[in-house]
């Protein structure tokens, strides 16, 4: 770091010291080991990772940055960093520096790779706990309802939605229903317009196959009867006493519940269980949960910050093992599902979900899921004449053999039938693969271990660290998909012997050159 850079970065942690009152912040600088390279601190910054060549300076501070996060760094020769509080990191001139204002950095060798790093880390940190998500979440395909029905989700159009999905030949799996739904903003009941009948509606969802999770935010509309009786228990982030914060996010301007606050806790998961009983919903898609949200001027009159109260929302999500979360504190070793922020409907987010699960496995968040297949970005949709076919085709294959593989968008509505074909393929290729899969599931609910891994992960020291574009599923399944345009790319191989996809047998180490037509997928299992 040059002499301006350092003291640009002193006076920021001085400032906010003393604007917190807290002791002075806690640093740690490491010169770099050779060759070593360091994963860590944010899902979104994935397609960054590993730092240690290029310069690099992140505060998480508040910014999860749309996904997950958490204080930890792991590297490729055994070393590891980790803070309780949220700390500010910088790779710059071979050096790396930490610092945090909330509390003492923790560093070490645990061994000489990424996996006795992340090994230590896990044990020590934040143990796995051993338990599972709803096995449902791995067993078949997710369908979300967002991009087909937006903001007009109804009853007669969920039902339309899951009766193609099972006409059209995709196994029924877990279904959710997006934003939308509900009367208002934390009235979780079934809009009365939209939803004639949700307990019938429910009942044939079920009949069909499918759970049923619903999307929840801990938002509360401001004109209805439901926020009058939770401000007089001062449930909300408060503007001023007795005033309740409007807090802008992206559906307008809402209170917000206050989680450390006994009362509104209550209140919400009581609500969730509520809907669990009378509808027969079967879990929820917890969205919103962004510290963005938790401003410092809200929280003066608690002792915690935005980062620890955005853990306090995705610790609801614990009494639910049907769950999904987009924004996370901590947590790892926990049995939450971690999807990927909305990806956009072009090559380059598609080249950034393999980077980005890595990235998640790698700071303990062990159940990740992809984005929806194609992107979640719903404009890109509208018109079917700009859809990329090919961008679904291959988006589909990343999910296949991924942990989780979630549609949004309708294959048979958007697709001609021979890319529809090939996404089907996908499908068959995922449900061949279930039973490994879900193994592997439990095994990284026992362990704490990523289930999506880098390479560098399973083979150290064979000059992986930079491969973004093929992953491991344990240790014995390399998957290596299309993530560019195009029909033909290079795939790394390990030390070992491998049985392609297509029946070829090689022994690694070695690069290959392959052809990958549209409906190819490929994979390559190790043998024993």
């Given at each position: 770091m040059n002499a301006r850079h350092v003291l640009g970065f002193c006076l920021l942690l001085?400032?906010?010291?003393a604007r917190a009152g807290e002791p002075a912040p806690s640093e740690v600088n490491l010169d770099?080991?050779?060759?070593?390279?360091?994963?860590?601190?944010?899902?979104?910054?994935?397609t960054r990772m590993p730092y240690g060549d290029a310069p690099v300076d992140i505060n998480l501070d508040g910014d999860n940055r749309g996904n997950q996060y958490a204080p930890l760094l792991v590297s490729s020769k055994g070393r590891y960093v980790w803070c309780e509080k949220a700390f500010r990191f910088a790779f710059k001139d071979g050096a790396l520096r930490v610092a945090s204002t909330g509390s003492p950095i923790l560093h070490g060798r645990a061994g000489t790779s990424l996996r006795d790093a992340f090994r230590h880390a896990s044990r020590t940190f934040f143990p796995t706990d051993g338990k599972l998500p709803d096995p449902a979440l791995f067993a078949a395909p997710q369908y979300n309802t967002w991009i087909e029905l937006m903001y007009d989700q109804n009853q007669v159009d969920v039902l339309k939605y899951a009766h193609a999905i099972?006409?059209?030949?995709?196994?029924?799996?877990?279904?959710?229903i997006d934003d939308n739904w509900q009367e208002d903003y934390g009235k979780w009941a079934f809009?009365?317009?939209?939803?004639?009948?949700?307990?019938?509606?429910?009942?044939?969802l079920h009949g069909l196959g499918f759970k049923v999770m619903v999307w929840v935010c801990p938002f509360v509309s401001p004109d209805c009867d439901v926020y009058r009786a939770l401000r007089k228990k001062k449930a909300f982030f408060?503007?001023?006493?007795?005033?309740?914060?409007?807090?802008p996010w992206w559906n307008g301007k809402s209170a917000m519940l206050d989680l450390s606050n006994p009362e509104a806790n209550a209140w919400f998961t009581g609500e969730l269980a509520r809907l669990q009983t009378d509808y027969g919903v079967d879990g929820f898609k917890l969205d919103a949960g962004d510290t963005s949200f938790y401003r410092a001027d809200y929280?003066?009159?608690r002792k915690l910050d935005p980062n620890e109260h955005a853990g306090l929302f995705a610790a609801i999500g614990l009494a639910f093992p049907l769950n999904e979360y987009r924004a996370t504190w901590k947590l790892a070793g926990r049995p939450l599902v971690q999807r990927l922020r909305d990806k956009?409907?072009?090559w380059a987010d598609l080249g950034k979900l393999i980077p980005d699960m890595i990235a998640a496995g790698l700071l303990g968040y062990t159940f990740v899921c992809p984005d929806l297949i194609g992107g979640g970005e719903f404009t890109s949709f509208l018109n079917t004449a700009t859809i990329d076919q090919d961008l679904i085709v291959r988006s589909a294959q990343v999910h296949a053999l991924a942990p989780m593989m979630q549609f949004s968008v309708a294959p048979w509505?958007?697709?001609?039938?021979?890319?529809?074909?090939?996404?089907?393929?996908?499908?068959?290729l995922r449900l061949r693969f279930t039973p490994r899969i879900l193994d592997l599931a439990r095994a990284g609910a026992a362990s704490g271990e990523p289930i999506l891994r880098p390479l560098a992960y399973g083979y150290p020291d064979g000059g992986y660290e930079a491969v973004k574009d093929q992953f491991l599923m344990g240790d014995d399944l390399l998957v290596a998909p299309m993530v560019t345009p195009g029909t033909s790319r290079t795939v790394r191989i390990p030390p070992g012997t491998w049985k392609g996809d297509d029946g070829r047998v090689i022994t690694g180490p070695a690069t290959l050159s392959l052809e990958v037509p549209l409906e190819r997928l490929p994979y390559f299992e190790r043998q024993p």
């Open positions: 001085v400032s906010a010291t770099l080991l050779a060759g070593e390279a360091w994963w860590g601190g944010a899902v979104t910054l994935g099972v006409d059209q030949g995709f196994p029924p799996g877990v279904l959710m809009h009365p317009g939209r939803f004639k009948d949700p307990k019938a509606m429910m009942s044939e408060m503007e001023k006493p007795g005033d309740p914060a409007m807090v929280l003066a009159h956009s409907h072009d509505r958007v697709l001609d039938a021979a890319r529809l074909a090939a996404v089907k393929q996908a499908v068959a």
